[in-house]
């Protein structure tokens, strides 16, 4: 079935520090996106991909998708303690109906 | 404008008991995806309704079920409750129409089976 694997599973970073997380694909996706989920909360959108090589920011976030559009990255500039919390990549996958299939995530948690 | 509602919060039951979830998708939005999210473990796509029939549907036995009402609020069913189906159920609304499928999640309902 189609998979999608995110490392790492976990990081703790120092406040200040950068932060990386990798998403990959057994299959291509037609488009892949990125949520944040905060210690008891629900995933909350951040971003979209949807063409090969793309490259978007959010302030301190980068955000690219692969040339094959099977995997992408998310990188964080500088931490802040706010940016505590599960990121979650999901990619589209259009078969018929559209149905997203999402990583396991990374917790990331930071010391002040 | 409302976000996306799920009732109830909570819940408990036993093993071997029915449970309906419910889920108001946003405003504006025909399109309403169930995930079942265990603990550690992202969202696994349970299926995706709109026009009030199922038209995808992931790796998950048959014990569950939904439905999707004219006014494109949503149920999940789950029949003949197991231990393992203890998990976080989030609803996510989006627009079918809207290429790329953004989802807007619901807070949730936590299902604890004993």
């Known amino acids: 079935g189609q998979q999608v694997m995110q490392i790492p599973q976990y990081q703790h970073v120092q406040e200040g520090e950068d932060f990386t997380t990798y998403c990959n694909s057994s299959?291509?996706?037609?488009?892949i996106q990125w949520y944040k989920q905060r210690p008891g909360g629900h995933p909350v959108f951040l971003i979209q991909?949807?063409?090969?090589?793309e490259v978007k920011k959010q302030k301190r976030l980068t955000f690219q998708f692969g040339e094959a559009k099977k995997n992408s990255s998310q990188h964080i500039t500088a931490t802040q303690t706010t940016d505590v919390g599960t990121y979650f990549c999901?990619?589209?996958?259009?078969?018929?109906?559209?149905?997203?299939?999402f990583g396991q995530g990374t917790r990331l948690t930071i010391n002040p | 404008d409302a976000g996306v509602t799920q009732s109830p919060t909570h819940l408990i039951k036993t093993r071997g008991q029915q449970v309906t979830l419910r889920c108001s998708p946003k405003?504006?939005?025909?399109?309403v995806s169930w995930y079942q999210q265990a603990l550690g473990q992202g969202p696994q796509f349970i299926f995706q309704?709109?026009?009030?029939?199922?038209?995808q549907r992931g790796n998950f036995p048959d014990r569950f079920s939904g439905h999707q009402f004219p006014n494109y609020s949503s149920e999940l069913n789950v029949n003949a409750l197991l231990l393992g189906d203890s998990a976080l159920y989030l609803c996510?609304?989006?627009?079918?129409?809207?290429?790329?499928?953004?989802?807007?999640f619901g807070p949730g309902t936590r299902l604890t089976v004993l």
């Open positions: 405003s504006g939005h025909d399109t």
């Open positions: 996510a609304s989006s627009l079918r129409r809207t290429v790329g499928l953004e989802q807007f």
């Open positions: 299959t291509t996706l037609s488009n």
């Open positions: 309704y709109y026009e009030e029939e199922e038209r």
């Open positions: 991909l949807v063409k090969s090589g």
């Open positions: 999901a990619g589209l996958i259009i078969q018929g109906a559209q149905k997203l299939v």
